[in-house]
């Protein structure tokens, strides 16, 4: 196997820590959910600990991102209960937003706002969601992107940057509303080849800091090197769940093998 | 440098630099070559519009400028066989063209009008001018007011409010006025607010589970309403001026401008009405648009001057200024609406996760991210929309009501200036004034549209 990209080493990464009361960050239990007559997610259970840093791969279509969507509501599920830092989910407005509030996430394509310059964007939602002054937003804004190593385009728009920036932007963004859980939606699959090494680096370090971390992802590299689990999805439900080491050296179920064979050579 | 390509290896051992562009392509020869004598087709083409220009260009500065009639108190100025444009035409009825039939010793409240919303127009639209909030409310909110005050010298008799209607008050409170004020009036106005406040608490209560911001925003719309109608109510000493002795460029100004800025806001709110995932709220917007969208602007202003009050209580009577103008803004309206829906489609759907996603709401997340951009994409057909309605104002002539066209017209029936070029003249004129107004709108959306264009922005 070929380790797609080296990344900063990081020997150091930190237990999962369980503070004791609410140590756990996402918990589903019995999730369903149906696109009309299509059956996407089929009785999905999952629980997150606080600072445990998740995996999660397949093949399209599997609904690994439908999954993590509906963490942050941006799907609805069915059936089945999802809490999210001891909130549960329901067609409360009220939860729905503070739960948006503590759960930050990143997409395939971005979605930076293309009005507006990086640093409005990243001073966007702490203004106004958090109602913080303009210049504390602005100065908590320059912290992140000067963490994401970009603090020198900040007065640009998106499109001036290329996509790997403008994911370090968008992971920088996410940030500034310093969530307690960060949902990666198969971040680096629309970059070219050089700059998914740039997120990736980003995405690491935020793992050592002990984020409480979900990503979809086809990097395993970063699966082996920053998770705690890989939970291996197909046809709407988890087939294959372990830490990094037995699940690339030992998966046990077939569709497992087949899967890891294709992408592995 | 010598490049070898036989032996299909190549490493190369300097980069190279960037050098100027050939010189063929640049000036203003290489610009010609390029554009004007590309091709057979192309040098045929534009051959052709010398050609055209040349052919329609000469005449109509013969007629505007060389052979015009500059001097001239009647007809007489203006008689002969070769003679162009009969300027002393225009400037005898220029008054009349702007103003119409407004009392000519009241005419400087209109200029005084025009000067007011010239001075806050001017920084509304250079984009870089700042304090845009205090100029906003200017311009959107006080100038109206003190432009309805001024126009029509304000001073309306506020005496019956929802509850007068009914007879339930006037045994109560009678006709007694304090400070000049009708004591009836604020009375019946103070209780149907503090009532409509009360539903609007109720329903929220019942439909959102908490009725405080629907009640707060009914206390607000009253609130407005009656420091309108207070500011209305006072007498300011203007003589007052119907709205049928206004005319020529004053009546088109006021029916485009007004147009405009009523038929943006509701034309938003009705393309979201039509987006949204409330039912009832999408249907009745489907049907206000389809509505107002299949009627002609004739029929609207038709009908709202001549039928309506067949079906209006005795005695209610609007003004028909007014019931054009609502007309004009919701005919308008429905036409924007479908442009912004526009907009709003073409918005990829990233842009209304990555906004939920950061938890904004619902009406941050249209205003900060998505109308912004939805908005910015459509300026060409919005600005399309004004342009023509600016133009349709001329249709209000057909109810009587005499705008810059309508005055023109009822002009060259004055027979101290019955010539044959009279009729040219004034077309001639009216043509300039109109592109004018259009041209300026038309430039303005170009200007914009490449200020706000920030997504492709290198």
């Known amino acids: 196997m070929t380790e797609a990209h080296s990344i900063v080493p990081s020997d150091e990464l930190p237990a999962v820590h369980t503070a004791p009361g609410r140590e756990v960050a996402v918990e589903l239990v019995g999730v369903h959910k149906w696109y009309g007559e299509f059956h996407v997610l089929k009785d999905i259970n999952l629980r997150v600990k606080r600072g445990e840093r998740i995996v999660i791969c397949g093949p399209s279509g599997s609904g690994k991102s439908t999954m993590i969507r509906c963490i942050n509501r941006l799907e609805e599920h069915q059936q089945g209960s999802i809490v999210v830092d ?27 706002f293309p009005h507006l310059t990086i640093l409005e964007n990243c001073t966007l939602a702490p203004i106004w969601v958090r109602k913080m002054p303009k210049k504390d937003a602005e100065e908590l804004a320059m912290h992140f992107l000067k963490k994401v190593k970009i603090p020198e385009q900040a007065n640009k728009y998106p499109g001036q940057l290329s996509g790997g920036q403008q994911q370090r932007v968008a992971i920088a963004r996410a940030l500034c509303m310093k969530p307690k859980i960060m949902l990666f939606d198969e971040p680096t699959s629309a970059l070219d080849p050089e700059m998914v090494k740039e997120v990736l680096e980003t995405m690491v370090s935020l793992a050592e800091e002990g984020m409480t971390m979900l990503c979809v992802t086809h990097e395993m590299g ?24 037995a699940f690339f050296s030992n998966p046990q179920h077939e569709r497992t093998k087949l899967f890891l064979s294709q992408i592995l050579h | 440098m010598s490049l070898t390509f036989d032996d299909g290896t190549f490493i190369r051992s300097e980069m190279q630099t960037p050098l100027p562009p050939p010189g063929r392509n640049v000036g203003a020869i290489g610009w010609m070559r390029e554009n004007l004598f590309s091709s057979i087709t192309n040098t045929v083409l534009t051959l052709a519009g010398i050609a055209l220009v040349v052919w329609i260009l000469p005449p109509l500065l013969r007629f505007l400028f060389i052979d015009a009639v500059w001097t001239g108190n009647n007809r007489d100025a203006c008689l002969g066989a070769e003679v162009g444009a009969c300027w002393p035409f225009i400037k005898a009825k220029f008054a009349q063209l702007i103003y119409g039939f407004y009392p000519a010793d009241q005419r400087w409240r209109v200029n005084l009008v025009f000067l007011i919303g010239a001075v806050l127009l001017v920084p509304l639209l250079v984009l870089s001018w700042p304090h845009k909030r205090l100029n906003s409310f200017l311009f959107f909110v006080a100038y109206p007011i003190l432009a309805f005050i001024l126009l029509t010298g304000g001073n309306i008799s506020a005496s019956n409010f929802l509850l007068g209607h009914f007879g339930l008050l006037r045994a109560v409170a009678g006709d007694a006025a304090v400070a000049g004020l009708q004591f009836g009036f604020w009375l019946d106005f103070v209780i149907t607010a503090a009532l409509c406040v009360a539903v609007a608490y109720l329903i929220g209560r019942l439909a959102a589970g908490s009725g405080r911001g629907a009640a707060t925003m009914t206390a607000y719309v009253f609130a407005g309403f009656g420091i309108l109608t207070f500011l209305w109510d006072v007498d300011f000493g203007l003589e007052r001026v119907e709205t049928r002795q206004w005319g020529g460029l004053l009546v088109t100004l006021v029916i485009a401008v007004t147009g405009i800025v009523t038929s943006m806001p509701l034309g938003i709110a009705l393309a979201l009405g039509r987006r949204s995932k409330m039912p009832i709220v999408r249907l009745l917007s489907v049907i206000f648009i389809e509505f107002w969208r299949g009627v002609p602007l004739i029929t609207v202003l038709f009908f709202a001057t001549y039928m309506l009050p067949l079906f209006l209580p005795v005695g209610v009577n609007p003004d028909g200024l007014l019931r054009a103008l609502v007309g004009v803004a919701l005919f308008t309206a429905a036409y924007i609406a479908e442009v912004v829906r526009g907009g709003l489609q073409a918005i990829p759907k990233g842009q209304y996760e990555g906004a939920m996603a950061m938890g904004l709401t619902w009406s941050q997340m249209m205003r900060l991210i998505i109308l912004p951009q939805a908005l910015t994409l459509v300026i060409p057909s919005i600005v399309n929309s004004f342009i023509s309605l600016f133009k349709d104002t001329t249709l209000v002539l057909i109810v009587s009501i005499f705008d810059f066209l309508g005055q023109l017209r009822a002009a060259f029936t004055d027979p101290n200036w019955a010539t044959p070029v009279t009729l040219y003249t004034g077309f001639a004129f009216a043509g300039i004034v109109y592109f004018l107004f259009c041209f300026g709108m038309s430039r303005y959306s170009l200007f914009v549209e490449r200020r706000l264009n920030t997504s492709h922005r290198h």
């Open chain 1, 86 to 112: 001891g909130v549960e989910l329901t067609n409360d407005l009220k939860r729905i937003d503070e739960i948006r509030r503590e759960v930050g996430m990143c997409f395939q394509h971005f979605n930076l």
């Open chain 1, 222 to 245: 970063f699966a082996r090197q920053v998770a705690n689990r890989v939970i291996f999805m197909d046809a709407g439900q988890i087939i294959e769940a372990n830490e990094p080491n």
